[in-house]
């Protein structure tokens, strides 16, 4: 058990992603989707974490709140997954080095348990790191 | 009584697929049930009916609550906005008709505008490898009749394109692919054992960001030539084994996704994906097809090369189009604070770009032109919601394999909305008054 492991981030889209945001992504569902971040049995263990834990992604490029689940398309040890959205958004590696394309899959990342942490809604989130005043 | 309105073509994926069913009521203004759409599908007609929809423009205040403002108001908002400023970017498009995207880009061209489509945090590297080495390709329709050889690679239509594999790649039972999936040897390559890769006859879990060094890998074994032990944690024999079953059939397709154009190496994956079927061809018949995510991000690419020459990431700020992925691409403009006015439309870069060029978003004027609430309306300081289009109004739109298909308008929007077609018609008369354009 350690308190944070080192794992290899991808993002990409689920059907629960693609439902979500047609639905509306002012709504907890859309959290439900996409605020996870899908890990291998093994990777959870070694972090010492329960299923639907809260936890902290951190990379270089920022860090975020998710729920930790049991990745459902696995196994796939060492890497994680969260569904493309704004979670995801705020850790990936934004360099596009000179393609236009940021780097969405491929980024090492830091996770620990944040049990006391919430995960945000996807538009408060992005109002919050942009510093966006709502009324 | 209802109506049941057939051969209706879905506003979601690549796949457009044109055997949806819907139901509408009798006066056709609300929409009952639908038939035939995959879940995604399904929801994107539904959504329209919400009772909570906003249906009129909001102008952000000074105490970030939203004020409700008329459509005139709006256009006039963005019309100024768009004339001041010196570099705005005008992003999106992939979630709107063609005819709108092409109004879009008038005003773009005397706005002096970037713009660029969702192609830049899609396939934005597939056009960059397409012009470097051209791309062998087929249609959908092809595939269903032809194709017994099916790789998907980096790419999980069971969540992302739900229905392409019941539609065109591995169920249906075409003229020379009889038996359906049984005619047909399937093979994924990603990371991850997705569901996808689940009902696949070879799945090769690649090391991530691998792919360059496997495609490579693939042609050595086409040729019969040495290789190491393992490549891209795949053994040899594995490699060997896809080589003789991509090159054993009648006719072959790679599908890829973003599992190869957002990884390391970008554009220069698919270059080397190009490449192998190019190989491939000298064995047999092979093709190529990237899948295209938004229902319209193809017919956004083929309408800015058609009138600028360029397929997305176009600076027209001098005058004319210029094309430099890494510098007029949306997502470098705004992480480098070059640009001063946001225009989305039909598209969430709120959501699906890096939060660092977000930020550029939320500091500069900004117009989002959406029928949804989305983290884009969420920073932006003018939220235009518009009719769904595919749904409340038709249009053209361009499927994933580059063949035309008009949307239908299926149900009536809101008492008193706006399409982006009009919305757009709107802005553009005020922009050329202000710049005095005839
Ligand atoms: S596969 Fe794509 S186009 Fe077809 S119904 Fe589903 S979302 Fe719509």
């Known amino acids: ?135 | 009584m209802t109506k049941t309105i057939t051969d209706v073509i879905c506003p979601f994926c690549g796949t457009l697929c044109d055997d949806v069913e819907v139901v509408v009521s009798d006066d056709g203004k609300k929409l009952l049930e639908v038939a035939n759409a995959c879940v995604i599908g399904t929801e994107k007609f539904l959504h329209s009916q919400e009772p909570d929809r906003v249906t009129r423009p909001r102008l952000r205040q000074e105490d970030g609550s939203w004020k409700t403002v008329s459509y005139e108001e709006a256009a006039d908002y963005t019309a100024k906005m768009l004339a001041k400023a010196k570099k705005p970017l005008m992003y999106g498009w992939s979630s709107t008709n063609c005819e709108a995207q092409s109004i879009g880009n008038e005003i773009a061209e005397i706005a002096k505008s970037c713009c660029d489509n969702t192609a830049a945090v899609c396939h934005g590297t597939t056009l960059i490898a397409v012009q470097d080495i051209g791309l062998p390709s087929c249609t959908l329709g092809e595939i269903k009749n032809r194709a017994d050889r099916v790789i998907f690679w980096g790419c999980n239509p069971a969540h992302a394109h739900p229905r392409h594999m019941s539609r065109y790649s591995i169920f249906p039972r075409g003229f020379f692919t009889g038996k359906g999936q049984m005619s047909r040897k399937m093979v994924v390559v990603d990371p991850r054992c997705t569901d996808t890769a689940k009902m696949a006859d070879v799945h090769l879990q690649i090391q991530q960001g691998h792919d360059y060094e496997l495609l490579d890998a693939l042609r050595v074994a086409l040729k019969g030539e040495w290789l190491p032990d393992s490549v891209a944690g795949i053994p040899a024999e594995k490699i060997r084994e896809v080589a003789d079953i991509m090159k054993s059939g009648r006719f072959g397709i790679i599908f890829f996704g973003m599992g190869v154009t957002q990884s390391l190496s970008k554009n220069h994956n698919i270059d080397a994906a190009i490449a192998l079927t190019k190989d491939l061809n000298e064995h047999t018949k092979f093709s190529i097809m990237p899948m295209r995510g938004h229902y319209n991000v193809t017919g956004s690419g083929e309408v800015f090369a058609w009138q600028f020459g360029f397929p997305y990431s176009v600076d027209l700020t001098r005058g004319f189009a210029r094309y430099n992925p890494g510098d007029s691409s949306s997502v470098d403009l705004l992480t480098r604070g070059e640009v001063d006015a946001m225009f989305t439309i039909g598209s969430d870069p709120g959501a699906h770009f890096p939060i660092s060029a977000v930020k550029g978003i939320a500091k500069v004027d900004s117009v989002c032109i959406d029928p949804h609430m989305t983290p884009t309306s969420g920073v932006s300081k003018l939220h235009v919601p518009v009719a769904f289009n595919g749904v409340e109004c038709g249009g053209n739109c361009y499927r994933m394999d580059n063949v035309p298909i008009d949307c239908r308008k299926v149900v009536e929007p809101p008492e008193g909305m706006l399409t982006d077609q009009e919305f757009l018609t709107m802005v553009l008369d005020r922009l050329k008054k202000l710049k005095g354009v005839a």
Request: proline fraction near 7%.
């Open chain 1, 1 to 135: 058990m350690a308190n944070s492991i080192s794992v290899n981030l991808i993002s990409g889209r689920t059907i629960q992603q693609g439902v979500a945001i047609e639905s509306g992504k002012e709504k907890p569902s859309y959290r439900t989707a996409c605020g996870i971040i899908e890990m291998d049995p093994s990777d959870l263990k070694k972090l010492g974490a329960w299923k639907s834990t809260n936890v902290k992604v951190t990379s270089d490029y920022g860090s975020v709140v998710v729920k930790a689940v049991e990745a459902t398309q696995g196994p796939h040890p060492g890497v994680a997954f969260i569904p493309m959205g704004p979670w995801a958004n705020s850790v990936i590696n934004p360099n596009t080095y000179s393609t236009g394309m940021p780097t969405f899959k491929g980024t090492p990342v830091k996770i620990e348990v944040a049990i006391n942490e919430p995960v945000l809604l996807g538009i408060e989130l992005v109002q919050k790191n942009c510093g966006v005043i709502v009324g």
